[in-house]
């Protein structure tokens, strides 16, 4: 899933200074599931930004609305009405939600209310770790399914590098190397042999050093064009 | 003979080799690389010059390789992936190679978060095995894309590293397969401060006879400090250092001169050694130990090749 963290209150408090009236939008999607902008966290967040204004003297209404998917034009028409009425719209969403809501309402300000993280797993209670970068060219195959990309440090495809020591990075003792785990996988299946092959030079072409992705499956377009 | 250089050219005869290595300033005074250079003119057959170590801003390799040229000494520039794309690490090659250098060392990088500017972004387009294959390949007369380079090719003699110390321990002779598998033709490795963890991977090494594909270099570091020492152990990834190194710097009373000592002792035990063709002393803000070391080791005067 796409894991976010709410911002500061503050820093979002500062973006709505100028507002009277917002909706505040939560999704339904993976920010829910990651705690960072369902409609539980609408409910929270809501209640603190009204009260951190009317403790300044200058109230702020809130409303509160939570819809599926914020990365689907068709859930906006749902609310279409109520965000005539807001001077902009404080999005929960990750980017892509925050994106579209600002591309279904052009002339509405949105506000982002979430860092977006990365695309990632939940470990335990609170704690979520990478494991995609969404390269476009996935090496899974040949990686025990660890990621080299999202997961090495430095994103290289003949690991380990020198500063793996115990299992871990160099970059810090919390940090898992991935090539250790590749290693240790792969030792596990009987296929570490497979690591004395260089991983050729990746074509980045397929990652965003291709500039700006756009996937178009031709059977599905044309599909619906009949 | 790749490139012809003084390390290859020695190397190849069968003399044990000796190179050292000079961190280039974080300033652009050139004359502090020449300095250093000047300090150990004569006692090695190159000088490493260190591409923004532990990812510091710091005069650039190929300019301070340039100066070690004018002063007359043999630079071996070190190229790390952490900063640029294949597109200015090859630019930088033909650059190097205009300028005279023949050796070039293959290195994946310290992480930013170590140096100065540890918010910047890295590059990471190729890794050192990568690297390295690239540079095999354009003194083959390629590019990185498969495009055919005009005129004659560049000479390079091609370095990388080797890390006994590092973790999991018996891949790390497969990844030193790897690098000669991708054309590398020396090595030099980690600072040796675990005898008998190198002895180990030199036996796997030889197992593999990868002792006659590439030429390995151990990695000497004289030590000044118990302090150094055990930093290098708790808080270095990638290093070790054995209790009896330290042990023996503790009950020293002159502790410069006990690492001294030691480093030629490790020396004259490597020279014995079946499959390494010499070492590599890294002395970084030692420089001027580097000709007393290798005077009292037995490896001065240099010969001639």
């Not at chain 1, 979002?12 to 505040?24: E, R």
């Not at chain 1, 003297?57 to 599926?68: D, F, K, S």
Request: charged residues 25%; proline residues 4%.
């Amino acid at each position: 899933m796409i894991v976010a963290e709410r911002k500061p209150i503050d820093e979002i408090l500062g973006f709505l200074s100028k507002h009277q009236k917002i909706m505040l939008l939560g999704c339904g999607g993976c920010v829910t599931v990651c705690l960072a902008g369902g409609e539980k966290e609408v409910g929270i967040l809501g209640s603190e930004l009204a009260m951190a204004r009317a403790k300044e003297g200058r109230p702020l209404e809130v409303v509160q609305r939570t819809i599926e998917r914020q990365c689907d034009f068709e859930y906006f028409e749902g609310i279409r009405h109520e965000v005539k009425d807001v001077d902009a719209i404080l999005s929960l969403a990750c980017g892509i939600g925050i994106q579209t809501v600002a591309e279904a309402f052009p002339d509405k300000v949105v506000w982002p209310g979430v860092n977006t993280k990365f695309l990632g797993v939940n470990q335990n209670v609170g704690v979520w770790a990478e494991r995609c970068q969404a390269c476009g060219q996935c090496v899974l195959d040949k990686t025990g399914g660890i990621c080299p990309v999202a997961r090495c440090s430095k994103s290289i495809f003949n690991g380990p590098c020198g500063g793996s020591q115990h299992g871990k990075c160099e970059v810090s003792a919390d940090t898992d190397c991935a090539w250790a785990l590749i290693h240790d996988r792969l030792t596990r299946l009987g296929q570490v042999d497979s690591m004395r092959e260089i991983l050729p030079v990746k074509d980045w072409s397929h990652s965003r050093d291709g500039g700006p992705r756009k996937l178009v499956r031709e059977d599905l377009t044309l599909e619906s064009g009949k | 003979m790749k490139a012809g250089s003084n390390l290859e050219r020695m190397l190849e005869a069968g003399h044990f080799a000796v190179t050292g290595e000079i961190g280039p300033p974080k300033s652009w005074d050139g004359a502090v690389v020449q300095h250093h250079a000047k300090m150990m003119k004569g006692y090695c057959e190159s000088y490493n010059l260190t591409d923004n170590q532990t990812a510091i801003v710091r005069l650039s390799s190929i300019a301070a390789g340039k100066l070690l040229l004018d002063a007359e000494c043999e630079p071996n520039i070190q190229i790390v992936c952490r900063d640029r794309n294949r597109i200015a690490m090859q630019s930088d090659v033909l650059g190097a190679a205009a300028l005279g250098i023949k050796n070039i060392l293959a290195l994946s990088g310290d992480h930013q978060k170590f140096g100065n500017h540890p918010y910047s972004k890295n590059v990471y387009d190729v890794d050192s095995i990568q690297l390295i294959q690239m540079l095999d390949g354009m003194r083959k007369g390629y590019f990185q894309s498969g495009e055919q380079m005009k005129g004659e090719p560049p000479k390079i003699y091609i370095g990388c590293a080797a890390n006994p110390f590092a973790d999991p321990f018996e891949f790390r002779v497969t990844r030193l397969e790897k690098k000669a598998d991708a054309g590398a033709d020396f090595c030099q490795t980690q600072c040796l401060l675990d005898m008998e963890r190198f002895e180990r991977w030199m036996e796997l090494v030889r197992a593999r006879g990868l002792h006659k594909r590439i030429k390995i270099l151990a990695g000497i570091t004289p030590l000044k400090s118990v302090k150094a020492a055990k930093y290098m152990r708790d808080y270095v990834a990638g290093m070790m250092v054995s209790d009896d190194i330290i042990q023996r710097l503790e009950k020293a009373e002159d502790i410069k001169a006990e690492g001294v000592q030691l480093a030629i002792e490790q020396i004259e035990y490597l020279k014995k050694m079946e499959g390494v063709a010499g070492v590599h002393i890294m002395a970084i803000a030692w420089e001027e130990i580097v000709p007393e070391i290798v005077k009292r080791a037995g490896l001065y005067p240099r010969p001639e090749v």
